[in-house]
């Protein structure tokens, strides 16, 4: 397992990389990330962002989205993955905001995974983003990474990964380093394509090395 001492030199590169890593669904406040990210599940950000762009023209508040019918709503995001279920969650969602919380995103943990849609990692989104809360919120990429760098065990759960992380990085560092890490496996360390070539982690890097032993990686290219 990595250690947390070359875990931190692994973030400092990753910083390097990425020093303007952020979120990128695009949303003006809490409500709208809350439902970017939820839309986000199994899907691009970017497709989300091609959705949201009309979406959140059209519905500006909870009381927006449960003005129209679900078929609406599922006809406004039907490009999106299993967008009937999502449309009944945002409804859903909309209503115990504002029968719960006085139509405001609750900024706390507990409350945020009781909403319809809201799990664990969304809740993290919210908090990290939009109230500046330290949070680690672990998506596929993040997960991805975190076993391909040997810094957890294949084997983990979710929130195994999310607990090893947080453990072996400073509180401060958190939510910063969930964006790089979001940013190192969606634009080099993709899933199909691993950039071990041209990897600045390939030396201690567990998965590189495996594939780089299997005649995998050249790294001459």
Known sequence: MLSKQKWLQFLDTM??????????????????????????????????????????????TPEDYLQVSLEELQNDIRSIG?????????????????????????????ALVTLPGVGRKTANVVLSVAFDVPAMA????????????????????????????MKKTPIERWSKAHHQMIFFGRYHCKAQNPGCHACPLLEDCREGQKRLKKGLVKTGE
């Open 82 to 110: 299993l967008y009937r279920n999502k449309a009944k969650n945002i409804q859903a969602l909309c209503v115990r905001l504002l029968t719960v919380y006085g139509g405001e995103i609750p900024a706390d943990r507990d």
């Open 138 to 165: 672990v998506d596929t990429h993040v997960e991805r990474i975190s076993k391909r760098l040997g810094l957890c065990r294949w084997k983990d759960n979710v929130l195994e990964v999310e607990q090893t992380i």
């Open 15 to 60: 910083d390097a990389m990425y020093p303007d890593a952020h979120c990128e669904l695009v949303h003006d406040n809490a409500f709208e990330l809350t439902i970017a990210t939820l839309l986000s599940a199994q899907c691009t950000d970017a497709l989300v962002n091609r959705v949201t762009k009309d979406l959140f023209q059209k519905y500006k």
